[in-house]
């Protein structure tokens, strides 16, 4: 049973438009949200986060939104790049317990030129 | 400026044969994590160490062991390879164990088991 789930594996978008990615969660523990991304054959990188304390984050063109009662979060990519085309993986923490992120199963997401 | 590095990139196992996987960083990390990836599932916990001589299960720790003999060296054993255990393997480090930024991934390690 996935406690966290992205339920659109693919994604595709005109550059210079808006791309915006769902997760949803299951965990009513979770209190920590990260936004990670992954090109092919690299490791996955840190691309912006948000306390369960917040409802919105921003960080230049990536905003990530909470709506913790409905456990659902999004992030919003504006304008939208070539470079941005890759997998998008939502993750999850409990602050206490530590690092161990539980991760959806990604969205890919295509810029088109 | 390493950071994180995997050994081997890839490898074919038999079923059975048993292998080990090695994760060094560089960064003086205390916390190193090992994740496999499948398709649709996300990257999912196997195991992970809070520090030099520790080692706590993940999600996922069937079949598998790990020690951390060296702080910088985190090591992932398949003792009797299964098809199951075909996966893509990141390891990962972090500096503390409350920000989510902080944990760096290596490269990824391919490994099929037939």
């Known amino acids: 049973d996935q406690q966290v789930k992205q339920n659109s594996p693919s994604l595709s978008v005109q550059e210079g438009r808006i791309s915006i990615l769902n997760c949803d969660y299951t965990n009513s523990m979770f209190d920590y949200f990260l936004w990670y991304k992954k090109y092919p054959a690299e490791g996955p990188t840190f691309l912006i986060s948000?306390?369960?304390?917040?409802d919105k984050n921003e960080d230049g063109r990536f905003t990530v939104f909470l709506n913790k009662s409905a456990k659902h979060l999004s992030l919003h990519i504006v304008p939208s790049q070539p470079g941005d085309s890759a997998v998008y993986f939502c993750?999850?923490?409990?602050?206490?317990?530590?690092?161990?992120?539980?991760f959806g199963g990604g969205t890919r997401v295509l810029v088109k030129p | 400026n390493a950071g994180v590095t995997q050994t081997p990139k890839f490898r074919v196992l038999k079923t059975g044969q048993s292998m080990t996987l090695l994760c060094a960083q560089d960064m003086n990390h205390e916390y190193m994590y090992w994740y496999r990836q499948d398709p649709g599932m996300g990257l999912r916990l196997i195991h992970y160490?809070?520090?030099?001589?520790?080692?706590a299960k993940g999600e996922v720790p069937d079949g598998y062991n790990v020690s951390r003999l060296k702080k910088q060296n985190f090591l992932l054993g398949l003792e009797s390879a299964a098809p199951s255990q075909t996966s893509v393997y990141f390891c990962?480090?972090?500096?503390?164990?409350?920000?989510?930024?902080?944990?760096?991934f290596g490269e990824g390690s391919w490994l099929t088991v037939v």
């Open positions: 160490s809070v520090g030099e001589g520790t080692t």
């Open positions: 948000i306390s369960s304390i917040k």
């Open positions: 993750a999850a923490s409990v602050r206490a317990a530590g690092n161990k992120l539980t």
């Open positions: 990962a480090s972090s500096l503390d164990n409350v920000s989510g930024n902080t944990i760096y």
